[in-house]
């Protein structure tokens, strides 16, 4: 099971001819891909034609759905945030340490086409697919 973020999702309904997006390709008919508050969000708020908002949302209505954010999560993301701050990482979107720490906590892999991930994987030990 993977957790696609939005990065990825984006790329995809695109058209970007890439690695990440060939493995998103791939996983939808191989494996279980996961999706949650977060990513929906971030992912569906940025469509302004209807049609292509509801085309999307079919999209996301048929992944597996988890709720990223609850009360153990936050606790744990602040932590996370934290360290990497000690380490020297200017984390630019809270959104996305939520989103590494919800994978981490579950032992979920993450595939992603964003840098702000890739200090997590290094200091917090998050699963990447590439």
Known sequence: ?????????????NGVDAPHTALLDYELGHSRIITGDLIMTEFLQGFRNEKDYQAAKEIMD???????VGKEIALLAAQNFRKLRRG???????IDV???????????????????FD???????????R
């Open 1 to 13: 099971m993977i957790v696609a973020d939005t990065s990825v999702w984006i790329d995809y309904v």
């Open 62 to 68: 048929t992944l597996e759905y988890h709720d990223f």
């Open 88 to 94: 020297g990482v200017t984390v630019h979107k809270t």
């Open 98 to 116: 939520i989103i590494a720490t919800f994978c981490i906590e579950n032992d979920f892999a993450l595939l992603h086409n964003d840098r702000d």
């Open 119 to 129: 200090p997590m994987e290094a200091m917090l030990g998050l699963q990447v697919r």
